[in-house]
């Protein structure tokens, strides 16, 4: 079957330490997304990617990074800059590029990430 | 600034309708998507307008006045499963989607 996985479901770590939420699709989609969710907010683009090797800075990029060396992964990495990572992370993926606005985005299960 | 305004809660009965609007101002327009998100779960495509008029899918219907800035969602025929958080998010300019904060929907029996 396809579609987007998110690992894993939960995710604890301690203040100052860097973490990788990994995000896997097998929708050859070309685009990819990383939100972040907070409670009684939207969601928030972190980053994103149209295309491997490529990525551009969403509106609340600091404290974080990704790679996109494959198609089919788009890794987040949470880093000890970020001021207030503890959130629900969101990765999505859409099929064409950014330039075909009539497909939806296709959401992973999303990662719970608490930072104590 | 580019914003979306949702009501943050709504009740409704068992069996009843509910009209769930979304306001916006962006830069752009290149259409306007709403989705479920079941608690802790993640959100899940349910229409998608760019033109004006109503869009009819089962249950649901979704409706965009481009002039006036502003989408319904229409739910007939509520059921509990239907308690959930509704999203209302627009495609701007440069094709990223601005999310709304979200309604909240409860269904009582």
């Known amino acids: 079957d396809g579609g987007i996985t998110q690992s894993p479901k939960y995710l604890f770590r301690k203040e100052g330490q860097n973490v990788t939420l990994s995000c896997e699709q097998n929708?050859?989609?070309?685009?990819m997304y990383w939100y972040r969710q907070d409670p009684g907010q939207g969601l928030r683009l972190i980053y994103y990617s149209q295309i491997v090797n490529d990525f551009q800075k969403g509106d609340i990029a600091e404290g974080y990074s990704v790679s996109r060396e494959k198609k089919e992964s788009f890794p987040l990495t949470v880093t000890s800059a970020q001021k207030n990572p503890t959130a629900f992370y969101l990765c999505?993926?859409?099929?064409?590029?950014?330039?075909?606005?009539?497909?939806?985005?296709?959401f992973g299960p999303g990662t719970r990430l608490t930072v104590l | 600034g580019q914003n979306i305004d949702q009501p943050t809660e709504m009740t409704a009965t068992e069996g009843a309708i509910v009209q769930i609007n979304c306001t916006y101002q962006t830069s752009g327009f290149n259409g306007l998507f709403w989705y479920q998100q079941h608690a802790g779960e993640a959100p899940t495509f349910l229409s998608y307008n760019v033109l004006d008029g109503l869009e009819e899918k089962g249950r649901f219907s979704s409706f965009l006045s481009r002039s006036k800035g502003y989408s319904y969602l229409l739910l007939k025929e509520l059921q509990m499963k239907d308690s959930a958080s509704y999203l209302c998010a627009v495609m701007d300019s440069n094709y990223q989607l601005i999310w709304g904060a979200g309604t909240k929907l409860i269904i009582k029996p």
């Open positions: 999505a993926s859409r099929p064409g590029l950014a330039g075909d606005p009539y497909n939806e985005q296709f």
């Open positions: 929708l050859n989609h070309d685009a």
